[in-house]
């Protein structure tokens, strides 16, 4: 059905899961005959891979929908498919129903396989189609045309249980449901045997992978497994939620010897009475005591994480808790996040919803002494040796690469003679807030 030459592009938005699928949608096109532009203007295929977990995401994917109206009145050949988290909301896909028609496909997280029966399907009819019905069988993937040659995003739990009731996730993605490990280690092993060296664990929650498979495994089970493999160099894994976090996994992260030392634990709050109303099960004492053991056993960890400020009914204590909590702990990185209301959840529904202005002052108030603490982090990085997977050329600047620490931290350096892919030793000799800079040894 795809005439010759045709192209596509696909615009990706939101997290890893949602970067995956792409690679996923992209190895589906590629073997219909499509080959990938970097040209919206000028695609045949225009594909975008939507994010609802926070307002703004929303909305700047309605804003780009509707810039496409012109450029499909001018261009009827054109195809437009919408798909993502945004298309397993009934309200969202109304709203692609009604008010942008020119929307040819759509589909959601769990139907990626459909993909060439909806285009087939379109083109014959000639006509829209919306189908987001669940048949994926998550232990017989398609392949994935992957962005980088030397680490891979590996899914290994879809969905989440947790229901914090601020996210809008549990609705999107469905629940939770392990990949059988020797899906995953067969997926691992073709990537090793094609050159890959890092791979990234992907789930909502990945710590409590395997419960659900029978027999029973668990996620500890899973990386110890995988450190088994020979060729691959490193595993990665995100996120892992503090109140599935044991001590066998602290275990196995010290003594997997390819498993990084990094771990990106999202904290959302320092206040347990936010912490509750947040539905996250675990209190600010609990987190504390589960990073005091992270270092402990490995103390060279770095821990990145995730904070909301503004969820309601956040008081000026409640927040003051949260800063303080920051300073305590040290963070390598973190991600803030202004709350934003996502219809569905129970937090939608609670009363005391704070000002815009003083989420945003919160907001300001937080960065700088993440910033600080950041720059803090990086300094005692300098003149040590590190070890760098190289994973690129530094954007905009050929004679500069890019890797990153086993900690995760992001390093430029000189190219010399040194190739994407390897493993090479950098003194550090620079530094600001989210990066380092290096040279050879
Ligand atoms: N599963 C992961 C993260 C998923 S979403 C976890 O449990 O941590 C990534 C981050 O987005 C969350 O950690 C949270 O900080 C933020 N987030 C989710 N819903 C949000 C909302 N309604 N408003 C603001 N930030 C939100
Ligand atoms: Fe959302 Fe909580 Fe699940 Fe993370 S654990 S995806 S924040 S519901
Ligand atoms: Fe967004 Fe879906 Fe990820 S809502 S953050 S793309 S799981």
Avoid at 92 to 113: M, Q
């Amino acid at each position: 059905m795809t005439k010759e030459n045709s192209t596509y592009i696909i615009k990706t938005y939101g997290c890893q899961m949602n970067e995956h699928d792409s690679e996923r949608i992209s190895y589906i096109l590629e073997s219909l005959g499509y080959t990938q532009t970097e040209d919206l203007m000028s695609a045949d295929l225009i594909i975008y891979n939507t994010c609802i977990i926070r307002e703004n995401a929303e909305l700047k994917i309605y804003g780009h929908l509707g810039s496409m109206k012109s450029l499909k009145e001018k261009k009827p050949e054109l195809i437009i498919a919408v798909c993502g988290c945004m298309m397993e909301i009934e309200e969202a896909r109304e709203v692609i129903r009604k008010t942008y028609r020119h929307v040819d496909i759509v589909f959601g997280t769990k139907n990626i396989s459909s993909l060439p029966y909806l285009i087939t399907q379109h083109l014959m009819a000639n006509e829209r189609v919306i189908d987001t019905e669940a048949v994926d069988d998550i232990d017989n993937l398609q392949k994935a045309v992957r962005k980088s040659d030397v680490s891979a995003y590996i899914n290994i739990i879809y969905g989440c249980d947790n229901f914090c009731s601020y996210c809008i996730v549990p609705y999107t993605r469905g629940r939770e449901s392990s990949r059988s490990a020797q899906s995953i280690l067969e997926e691992v092993r073709g990537l090793v045997s094609q050159g890959f060296k890092e791979i990234t664990l992907l789930g909502q929650n990945v710590n409590s992978y395997g419960k659900d498979l029978h027999p029973c495994s668990s996620f500890s089970k899973l990386l110890m497994e995988l450190d088994r493999l020979e060729g691959l160099e490193r595993v990665r894994f995100m996120t892992s939620h503090p109140k599935d976090f044991s001590d066998e996994l602290i275990e196995a992260i010290r003594q997997g010897e390819k498993v990084c030392e990094h771990i990106h634990l999202p904290l959302q709050s320092g206040s347990t009475r936010i912490l509750k109303e947040m539905n996250r099960k675990y209190t600010a004492e609990e987190y504390s005591q589960i990073i005091e053991k992270l270092r402990e056993s490995i103390p060279n960890i770095a821990i990145t994480t995730d904070i909301i400020v503004g969820f309601p009914g956040e008081s000026d204590e409640d927040f003051e808790q949260t800063i303080e909590m920051v300073e305590k702990i040290g963070f390598d990185q973190a991600f803030l996040f202004k709350y934003s209301k996502r219809t569905g959840t129970r937090a939608a529904t609670m009363e005391e919803q704070i000002p815009e202005e003083v989420k945003s002052q919160r907001f300001q108030r937080i960065l700088d002494r993440i910033n600080d603490i950041c720059y803090e982090k990086n300094q005692h990085y300098l003149d040590s040796i590190q070890e760098v997977l190289v994973e690129g050329y530094s954007k905009g600047n050929k004679d500069m690469l890019t890797g990153r620490t086993r900690t995760n931290k992001i390093v430029h350096f000189p190219k010399g003679s040194v190739q994407v892919g390897e493993l090479v030793s950098l003194k550090i000799t620079g530094f600001n807030s989210f990066a380092l800079e290096g040279e050879m040894i």
